[in-house]
């Protein structure tokens, strides 16, 4: 009896990995802030974020062959010694990572995104920094008929090791994860896990290009299919 216990258990184990299903995707990411102090530790960000993606049935890995995202945000940032706390609403307009012929009958859609995060900063040496990251986000998409009345929340969390090279270099590696919350949280409660490797440098105190590599694992509402995105970075933030 036991046997049969194992071999059943075996068996449902196999069957769901090999249902499984992993789809790559390449991408280009690109974000350009204007950041400007108006008072004391308070400065406010004006950002642009455009994304492109590759179109499997022609190119599997040209990252600019099919629209993925654009975004527009506004935010009130704080930035104290060693914490920053930042709200952000956002409207975003995305697109479905295309894998399979089902996902062009997708519709692109429109989101208001309004999500408040905190970070923790702290020096482990002169060269070295750890920041952790936490918030919260609230999604209001729109539907098939234009009204705003669909919602979702999602949480995120996001550790960060950097290392400075000097005044105007540094690079590091960070993950955050994604996990849908509430309200109304899907099939899929795991959202997404993005891991980054990343560059920086300060041309003056007032112009600084980000680039880099993510890896960004997601979950389908499926449970069983998976998309891994490869993209490639390029971050512009001016200081006004």
């Known amino acids: ?9 075996l ?16 991408a280009i ?15 406010v960000n004006l950002e642009y974020q455009y994304r492109r993606q590759n179109d499997y049935r022609e190119s599997s890995i040209n990252p600019t062959a099919l629209p993925l995202m654009e975004a527009y945000r506004l935010g009130l940032v704080h930035r104290g010694q060693n914490l920053v706390v930042s709200l952000f609403p956002s409207f ?10 089902s996902d062009f009958s997708k519709k692109d859609r429109w989101e208001f995104r309004p999500f408040l995060m905190a970070e923790w900063l702290h020096s482990l040496s002169p060269k070295w920094m750890v920041r952790l990251r936490g918030g919260y986000e609230y999604r209001l998409f729109k539907n098939d008929g234009d009204a705003w009345n669909e919602s979702q929340g999602r949480a995120r969390l996001r550790g960060q090791l950097r ?31 993005q891991v980054y490797l990343g560059y920086s440098h300060n041309f003056s105190p007032h112009f600084t290009v980000e680039t880099g590599y993510m890896w960004n694992h997601r979950q389908r509402s499926s449970l069983i299919e998976f998309d891994e995105e490869h993209s490639l970075q390029a971050h512009f933030i001016v200081r006004l």
């Open 163 to 193: 290392y400075i090279l000097n005044s105007k270099n540094n690079v590091f590696i960070s993950e955050e994860l994604l996990q849908n919350a509430y309200p109304n949280i899907p099939a899929n409660s795991f959202s997404q896990n």
């Open 11 to 26: 068996w449902v184990c196999a069957s769901c990995c090999a249902q499984a299903q992993n789809y790559n995707h390449y």
């Open 92 to 101: 975003f307009h995305s697109y479905q990572l295309y894998a399979k012929t």
């Open 1 to 9: 009896m036991r046997f049969k216990i194992i071999i059943s258990t």
């Open 29 to 43: 990411w690109t974000r350009f802030a204007l950041q400007k102090k108006i008072y004391k530790n308070f400065e």
